[in-house]
Structures are given as structure tokens and as C-alpha cells.
């Protein structure tokens, strides 16, 4: 029995790695030249996040940065918090962050920066002091108006719709929702939101809660899904259903939703170009770790994006652009 | 009771004997390997901050690999870990905010809920004698179920007090995670209680054949109540030491959990068949695991090539243990 004391005291030994005192990260030291980024999406799967990830590429290859990319493979809080966790031992000169659950991962952030490297949310923002910069991809109130604009148009004015959002905690949706409610108060009088179904970022998902929607709120003339897989994933439904009488509008990626728009059930899909997004990110990343970003009109150079405001830590891409049949087939992604 | 449980159920597991350690010393050489490539490969792996991360994230799935070394070695198992884990957390969350309770009430109300999950479990397992996969393949959906419906899938409990925070995310002096000691108590606890009691070898008994242990005189059902309530306790604790560490609460808590739990203990050697198999062995599974999954990441590889690895060392170690005891009886 002895020797099991052995084993276990050269396991808890080697699970302590004997440890010199390294202390944790630090800055890290620059690599070669650029400085070391490490992104992160909600989830790696999402093509939408896919092509976020090539232009972030596209950026540091023109940049000299060294950019780490990783994330989870399906939607779980816990999952980002490690990640960050390893970025910080590892030591980088930037994290940025595509935020999936505000609370769980302040915690990290703020702890990030405290030893010292940079923190850039993206595409859904942390609680504003464990940041340094928010990259927004468009501000909520122009796409609350551009999808209502949609929508209005869809219904002639008057009448119901329902929304497909992510999950019913994702805070960039949910930020979108309140400003929707808010517009509606305000200049749609005539028109009524019946529904808020999740998809949970899965088109399956999307599909069976726009089935189930149709049945239960038949009044329903318009499905706004505001999630990316759920675009296709209700249109799907709809089509299926046979329900010509009812279209979709919503916030998708071109590529997959194509089809869709050609057959007409899906009248228009609102986005900003989400390579350009990722391009941004780490143009900012990169100015941050560089100590060039400065405030003001035109405070970042953002390379082929031209100059960017930077507006204390707040920096957005640009107003939402609208796909339609006529359109699509110029974007590939 | 216990002196002629004793004595009846020394024959069964015998000594696992001098060789028998081969599985524990072959997971060690693949710890200390793990340890020099990444020592080797990552960037700040071999420092004792990376230790205490490496540490802080094996605490949840630690405790429950645990209790479900017990659980397995009784031939059960125990599926509804992670669920009870994820209903435990939002019933404590709601008794901290929205009954106000006191963060150590709230505490004890998701180590209770813990427990209640492993009472039901082992009443159906134990008195009625539903086979344990298919009572807790049940109980796997309802937990996670009532925790889904209760919080609509949407109610998020953050706003813990810094006390327990700390307990999730301090250190305590010398640099240990504040949530260590817990998983270090918990293997203790169980290491004595398998290894060192007559419980620990009825509980061994009962998986080589439970039949035989009955006629032995062990009171079969009151050792598998046993192992399925503690699997519900530490399901319970870990949800505390999961909200401290997360600083939330969300009925997703903890899904996929029981998986590499269980990846721990049969990676440790333990039988899925029961009998045989050690708390140590787990702790090496755990250990061996966690490594991979933090030193990847260190070495900027994808997250992905964990789940393949993991894979691999499971079927890789699982069939080398197999070849060696082959060999050994030839």
C-alpha cells in the first residue's frame, strides 16, 4: 500500500507541475514583431462567426498580428470562461471577446486586465468595466428600425408578427428586442408583436418553433427571426407550410439564405458585413496593443474599412445593410 | 452487521494484489508525459498559477467522478449527475435572490436539492430495482427538465455575494483555488470509504455479483442507496462550487458533465462492470484529462483536438490496461 501513496503523491506532484513560481501570465511578451490576439466567437460552428474569422485573418495578416482563434464548438457559458482563462496564463496582448453571457464572463475579463492585457468585446458586449472598447457591429436602434421598416412594409402597415431570436439570454437579441418594442411604441402603432420564440442558434430548433407559432398564432403574417441560423430555419417552416399569405424577414447570413429569397417566403435579411467585422476587431485589437487607437473622429485606422470614430469605448461598423433577391447574389458568405 | 460483512465479503475483491497497479502506473507515465510536452509545447503551462487553474476546473467534474467511482463500482451508474448539478445551482440561485435567504441557506439548499435527486434515485434503483441506466437516463431528462421549466429557460441567477464568489474564483494563502480543499476532503472521504472500510468493500462485493453479496449477508440495498444519495450530495456541491466559479446560475448548468465524470473513472481503471477499480485511479483520470484539455489550449491548439485526444487516450488506455492483464494471466 505504500506504493500507492507513491502514485498519488507523484500525481498531485506532477498535476502541480512542480511549479517555479512562473505566477500566472503577465503581459506576454510580444511575439515577433505584432502582437499576439486572441479571438473569440459564441460559437465556432456559426457561419456567421466563420466568416467573422476570415476577415479577422485577412486583418492580421495585413497587420503582422498573431491571431489565436478559438471558442466553443456548441453554446455553453462555462466553455468561454475557460478559454479566457487559458489566454490568460498563456499570456496574449489582447482578448476579444464575442460575448455570450454578460455575467459569466466579466469575471474573467476584468481579471484579464487587471494583469494588464487589453480586452475588446465584439459583437455582444460584457458589463462596460471589464472592457476596454466595445466593437459594435451597428447600434441596436438602426436595426430595430431597419427590420421594422421591413416588417411595416410586409403587413402594409397594420397587423401581427412574431420573432425567432437566439436564446431568450442572449444580450445582443434581447438589446434588439427592447429597442423593436420601443419603435413599435412609438411609430408603429398598428402593428403587434404576438410571440418571442428562442432558437438557441439552431435552424432545427428555429424550424419547429415557427411550425408551432403558425399553429398557434395563425394571425401571424410576418416571422422575424433575428439569429442568423434561425433565417433559414423559419423560412423552411414556412415554405413547408404552405402558408403563402406569410413571409420572413430577420438578420442572416446571405449565403444561407439564398434559396430563400429566390423563392420569395423570405422577403429581406438585414446585416453588416461580418468580415469586415472581424476585420475591425482586430484592426482596433491591434491599435489597442500598439497604443495608436485614439479618441475621436477618425481615431482608428481601420486599413481598407478607411478611418474609423472612435467614441470613448464604443466603435461602430456602420449602418445595417439589407439583402434582397435582387442582391444576394453579389455576397458570398 | 458489520463484522460478518466484513469477513464475507473479503474473498470477493481479494487484494488486487502487487500487479495490480499497472492501470495507476501506466496513468501516471501518461500524466508525466502530458506534463513535460506541454511543459514543452505551451506557453506558460509549467507554473503553479496554471496548476491552480488546472485545479479550479477540475473541481466540479472531480467531485462528482468521485461519488460515481462508487456508484460504478457496484456495476451501476449514475447519468443524472450533470442535471441534478444544473437543477441544484437555479434552486439555489432562486432561494438567494428571490427568497432572499442567506448565501449559506441558499448553499445548503442546493446540497440539499442534491441529495433529494439521489434519494429519488436510489429508491428507485435500490427498493424497486430499476436497472440504474435506465432510472437515471429518467432522471437525467427530469431534472434537467423541472430546472429548464422552472427558470423558463431563461432566468439567469447572478448577483452572488462576494463570499461565495471567492469560494469559485479566490485563492487562498500559498496560491491554492479556494474550491481545492473541497475536492481534496471529497477524495479523501471517499478514498477511505471505498478503500478502507467493510462499506467500501461490500460496495466492491456487490459489483462482482450482487447475488453473492446478499447471500454474504450485505445489506445490498442499503449500500446501493448509499452510493446513489452521495453521487446526489456531490452533484449538490458541486452546483455551489459551479455558481461560485461562474458567479451564475442557468438551467444549462453543467450539461454534458456526467460524461467526462464518467470519462474519469473508467480512464482511472475503474470496471464498468463493477468491483473493481480505485478512487486514486480516478483521480489520475481526472487529472490526466484536465491537463489535455488546458495544456491544448496552451499550445494555441483547437479546442476540438481535446475531444478527439480525450477519445483516443480513453480507448488507447482502456485497451493497453486490457493487453497488459491478458498477457499477465497467460
Known amino acids: 500500500m505504500r506504493r500507492l501513496g507513491v502514485v498519488l503523491g507523484l500525481a498531485v506532484l506532477a498535476a502541480a507541475c512542480g511549479g517555479s513560481g512562473g505566477g500566472g501570465a503577465g503581459g506576454g511578451a510580444p511575439a515577433k514583431g505584432g502582437p499576439t490576439v486572441a479571438m473569440m466567437p459564441k460559437n465556432k ?15 492580421a495578416d495585413q497587420l503582422g498580428v498573431k491571431l489565436l482563434w478559438d471558442g466553443p464548438t456548441e453554446t455553453d457559458p462555462a466553455k468561454q470562461n475557460e478559454v479566457v482563462e487559458a489566454w490568460i496564463t498563456r499570456g496574449v496582448d489582447v482578448i476579444a471577446v464575442s460575448v455570450e453571457n454578460k455575467e459569466a464572463i466579466s469575471t474573467v475579463l476584468r481579471k484579464a486586465r487587471a494583469k494588464g492585457i487589453k480586452v475588446v468585446t465584439w459583437d455582444a458586449d460584457a458589463e462596460k468595466d471589464a472592457r476596454d472598447v466595445f466593437v459594435d457591429q451597428a447600434t441596436p436602434q438602426g436595426i430595430a428600425s431597419v427590420l421594422l421598416d421591413h416588417t411595416s412594409r410586409l403587413l402594409g402597415g ?3 408578427f412574431a420573432i425567432i431570436t437566439a436564446s431568450l439570454t442572449a444580450a445582443n437579441q434581447n438589446e434588439w428586442i427592447k429597442n423593436i418594442r420601443e419603435q413599435l411604441a412609438a411609430k408603429y402603432p398598428d402593428l403587434k408583436l404576438v410571440d418571442i420564440r ?45 402558408r403563402t399569405d406569410v413571409k420572413v424577414t430577420g438578420l442572416g447570413l446571405p449565403n444561407a439564405s439564398k434559396p430563400y429569397l429566390k423563392d420569395g ?54 449602418t445595417p445593410f439589407t439583402f434582397t433577391k435582387e442582391n444576394v447574389d453579389g455576397f458570398d458568405f | 452487521m458489520a463484522a460478518p460483512e466484513a469477513a464475507a465479503a473479503a474473498p470477493a475483491p481479494a487484494r488486487t494484489g502487487r500487479g495490480g497497479h499497472t492501470h495507476e502506473w501506466l496513468l501516471l507515465a501518461l500524466v508525466v508525459a502530458e506534463t513535460a510536452y506541454f511543459a514543452y509545447a505551451g506557453s506558460n503551462f509549467f507554473t503553479t498559477g496554471n496548476a491552480g487553474e488546472v485545479a479550479r476546473a477540475s473541481v466540479e ?70 436497472p440504474p441506466l435506465i432510472v437515471t437516463l429518467g432522471t437525467y431528462s427530469l431534472f434537467r427538465g423541472i430546472a429548464e421549466g422552472f427558470t423558463g429557460g431563461i432566468r439567469n441567477y447572478t448577483d452572488f455575494p462576494p463570499a461565495l464568489l471567492f469560494l469559485g474564483q479566490g485563492r487562498l494563502p500559498g496560491g491554492v483555488p479556494a474550491q481545492v480543499p ?25 459489483g462482482f455479483s450482487p447475488e453473492g453479496a446478499r447471500f454474504a449477508g450485505i445489506p445490498v440495498a442499503r449500500r446501493l442507496s448509499l452510493v446513489y444519495v452521495l453521487s446526489g450530495a456531490m452533484a449538490g456541491l ?24 464518467i470519462t474519469a473513472v473508467v480512464l482511472g481503471g475503474t470496471s464498468i462492470f463493477g468491483g473493481r477499480g480505485s478512487v486514486h485511479g480516478t483521480l489520475l483520470g481526472l487529472v490526466a484529462v484536465a491537463l489535455l484539455q488546458n495544456g491544448l ?34
Not at chain 1, 432545427?204 to 398557434?216: C, H, M, N, S
Not at chain 1, 484592426?283 to 485606422?301: E, I, P
Not at chain 2, 435572490?97 to 441529495?115: E, K, S, T, Y
Not at chain 2, 473541497?182 to 456487490?206: C, D, N, Q
Request: hydrophobic fraction near 50%; glycine fraction near 14%.
Open chain 1, 265 to 318: 417566403v423570405l422577403d429581406s435579411v438585414v446585416l453588416w458585413n461580418t468580415m469586415d467585422l472581424g476585420y475591425l476587431t482586430v484592426s482596433v485589437a491591434n491599435a489597442l496593443a500598439r497604443g495608436t487607437l485614439k479618441q475621436g473622429k477618425g481615431g482608428l485606422d481601420a486599413g481598407r474599412l478607411g478611418p474609423k470614430d472612435v467614441d470613448g469605448d464604443h466603435i461602430v461598423l456602420g
Open chain 2, 238 to 261: 458541486a452546483a455551489v462550487v459551479y455558481a461560485a466559479r461562474l458567479g451564475q446560475a442557468k438551467a444549462d448548468a453543467g450539461s454534458g458533465y456526467e460524461l467526462f465524470a
Open chain 1, 198 to 242: 428562442p432558437s438557441d442558434d439552431d435552424r432545427k430548433r428555429a424550424f419547429d418553433e415557427t411550425q408551432t407559432l403558425l399553429k398557434v398564432h395563425p394571425e401571424v403574417k410576418v416571422i422575424m427571426a433575428i439569429a442568423s441560423p434561425a433565417v433559414p430555419g423559419a423560412a423552411e417552416a414556412v415554405r413547408q407550410s404552405g
Open chain 1, 45 to 59: 460552428g456559426n457561419p456567421y462567426f466563420v466568416s467573422c474569422h476570415k476577415g479577422g485573418q485577412e486583418a
Open chain 2, 61 to 130: 467534474i472531480g467531485l462528482l467522478a468521485l461519488a460515481l467511482t462508487a456508484v460504478i463500482l457496484t456495476g451501476g451508474i449514475d447519468l443524472s449527475v450533470g442535471s441534478l448539478l444544473g437543477l441544484a445551482a437555479v434552486l439555489m440561485g432562486s432561494a438567494h435572490r428571490d427568497l432572499q435567504w442567506p448565501i449559506a441557506a441558499a448553499a445548503l439548499v442546493g446540497i440539499g436539492v442534491g441529495v433529494g435527486g439521489g434519494v429519488l434515485n436510489a429508491a428507485l434503483v435500490a427498493r424497486l430495482g430499476v
Open chain 2, 297 to 330: 489550449r496552451l499550445s494555441d491548439q483547437p479546442a476540438e483536438l481535446a475531444g478527439i485526444l480525450t477519445g483516443v487516450l480513453l480507448i488507447g488506455a482502456i485497451g493497453a490496461n486490457r493487453l497488459v492483464a491478458e498477457r499477465s494471466r497467460a
Open chain 1, 158 to 160: 397594420k397587423g401581427s
Open chain 2, 182 to 206: 473541497l475536492l481534496v476532503a471529497a477524495a479523501v472521504f471517499f478514498w477511505l470509504l471505498v478503500h478502507r472500510t467493510p462499506i467500501g468493500r461490500g460496495v466492491r462485493a456487490i
